[in-house]
């Protein structure tokens, strides 16, 4: 696929956009990238976050992916309202694992390059 970079970054700034508007202090991102797939480790610590909140995070991030879209819609995020823009990064990746334990909001992201 082409511009698996770009696209990885774009993923990591949306998910950061994300963090930031919910308040999150000390956002860090762990890139883990092999020749395959991509792993993202984001975490931020936040005050709070509700049950609908975390439901309707995990529900955009794990959208089934669609590869034949991918290619067009990637150059889109950022343009998007937020709710948006999560989905089409959920368009993106494969899977999509959230935590929030002790005020640390936790997104571990799984991503093919096939």
């Known amino acids: 696929m082409k511009f698996n970079f770009e696209k990885n970054l774009r993923i990591v700034n949306e998910l950061m ?3 930031h508007k919910l308040g999150c202090s000390d956002i860090n991102v762990n890139l883990h990238t092999e020749e395959s797939y991509t ?3 984001i975490w931020g610590k936040t ?3 509700n049950d ?4 309707n995070l995990n ?3 794990n959208t089934k992916r669609q590869h034949e879209l991918e290619e067009y819609y990637w150059s889109l995020g950022g343009d998007c309202e937020l709710d ?4 089409l990064v959920g368009m993106m990746v494969d899977t999509a694992e959230i935590k929030f334990n002790d005020g640390i909001l936790t997104l571990n992201i799984f991503r093919s390059h096939s």
């Open 17 to 19: 956009t994300y963090l």
């Open 39 to 41: 792993n993202f480790i």
């Open 47 to 49: 005050q709070e976050i």
């Open 52 to 55: 609908t909140e975390l439901s």
């Open 59 to 61: 529900k955009l991030l």
């Open 84 to 87: 948006e823009e999560l989905s």
